[in-house]
T-cell receptor, first 115, second 112 residues
Framework: DADVTQTPRNRITKTGKRIMLECSQT?????MYWYRQDPGLGLRLIYY???????NKGEISDGYSVSRQAQAKFSLSLESAIPNQTALYFC??????????????FGPGTRLTVL | SQKIEQNSEALNIQEGKTATLTCNYT??????LQWYRQDPGRGPVFLLL?????KEKRKERLKVTFDTTLKQSLFHITASQPADSATYLC???????????FGSGTRLSIRP
């Protein structure tokens, strides 16, 4: 079974709808992240959480919110989806005790289309 | 703010040759520089990390160098194979506790 899972894998929604993307991990890592990926722009950090009580904004948090329900679960919400939020979304985890300096473990991604 | 530059043009290499990808950054040097591989429609996968006090790191056919004077890392794949075709992302962080900044990646194609 995959260590980092994301649901749904694909989602098509309409402008103005609220949607939630979910991420679960079995790696036991404290740190979790949400990124979006757009062609030519690479991975951009939306939100990150270093433990259950810690939530931080990334470089592009406007229009998004997150919830860290447990160590293993980190959800991303789009309160009112707009077309320029169409992108590939990735969840990732990392282990603060890792000697590899914050190596990230990624989920398979969610392809979101906002019409 | 820190910027990472990777060649946006695809790199096409003949099988068996060495592929070399470049990652340049601005501002001050990071403590860690990482390389990831990403296949179409999938999440990135960690390959190698090099620290600021290391000049070179190797893993099987992979080699990474880190030049803090040039503010550059080079990623080499020796004896390249078609299965090495993917997009390669450079990423940096300033401590093991900080978030990571990713480059936009370079697409590598190895032709038989």
């Amino acid at each position: 079974d995959a260590d980092v899972t994301q649901t749904p894998r694909n989602r098509i929604t309409k402008t103005g709808k609220r949607i939630m993307l979910e991420c679960s991990q079995t790696k036991g890592h404290d740190r979790m992240y949400w990124y979006r990926q757009d062609p030519g722009l690479g991975l951009r950090l939306i939100y990150y959480s270093f433990d259950v009580k810690d939530i931080n904004k990334g470089e592009i948090s406007d229009g998004y919110s997150v919830s860290r329900q447990a160590q293993a679960k980190f959800s991303l919400s789009l309160e009112s989806a707009i077309p320029n939020q169409t992108a590939l979304y990735f969840c990732a985890t990392s282990d603060p005790g890792s000697w590899e300096g914050n190596e990230q473990f990624f989920g398979p991604g969610t392809r979101l289309t906002v019409l | 703010s820190q910027k990472i530059e990777q060649n946006s043009e695809a790199l096409n290499i003949q099988e068996g040759k060495t592929a070399t990808l470049t990652c340049n950054y601005t501002n001050y040097s990071p403590a860690y520089l990482q390389w990831y591989r990403q296949d179409p429609g999938r999440g990135p996968v960690f390959l190698l990390l090099i620290r600021e006090n290391e000049k070179e790191k190797r893993k099987e056919r992979l080699k990474v160098t880190f030049d803090t004077t040039l503010k550059q890392s080079l990623f080499h794949i020796t004896a390249s194979q078609p299965a090495d075709s993917a997009t390669y992302l450079c990423a940096l962080s300033y401590s093991s506790a900080s978030k990571i900044i990713f480059g936009s990646g370079t697409r590598l194609s190895i032709r038989p």
